[in-house]
């Protein structure tokens, strides 16, 4: 299969929220997408998990003209793989109205979140004492954009190793060497020592940060938007 760069893609899952969409989505993903989003308690909940899937279909549809239904396994640590595809690397995240997918030929990292006040305890008690330290130099009216920064980068970092949550929060640091804000241009990732993964940030959607790792190549430049 091609090589080609990592896409982001991105999808409002607002639509499907309301009942005979929902419905309709829901047979059109896998039974274990259907069992998770069932045990799921708000239509905006169910939404999130079925849209995710959907925009993997579509994507992977629009970038490989693989059309149809998609087998899913989780690996070791629990990452999804394409059992039919396992060329195909993907990662997928959501978070307020929106979904996302990373796609690519090499291992993917992404993650969305909708800002909100920034959880400065959560960050003491969870983050490297590195970033907690940077975190809490930047001006108030800053923090929140530096938490969810910080945040959306380390958890698409864990999903990119495939580890997930099994790789601790506070085993590895985002360095922004003394700069005022997290760029993809300046940020570095170290576990002891400094890790060679290529970042990319997302900053054009109003009230999210959205972040992408991957460890070879590059990325498209803009977010890719596909209605579900």
Partial sequence: MENQKNRIFIADVRSLSKPHRLAAALRAVSTERQKKARRLKTPAAKALSVGAEILLQKAVAQSYGIDGPLVLEAGASGKPWLVDYPQICFNLSHSGDYV????GSRPVGVDIQKMAQPKLRLAKRFFAPSEVDWLLTLPQEEQQQGF???WALKEAYMKYTGKGFNLPL????IDCHREAAITAATASISEGDRISVVIKNYPELEGYVIWAVTDTGAFQERLEWITL
């Fill in 100 to 103: 996302v997918c990373g796609l």
């Fill in 148 to 150: 969810y920064d910080l």
């Fill in 170 to 173: 506070h085993t590895f640091a």
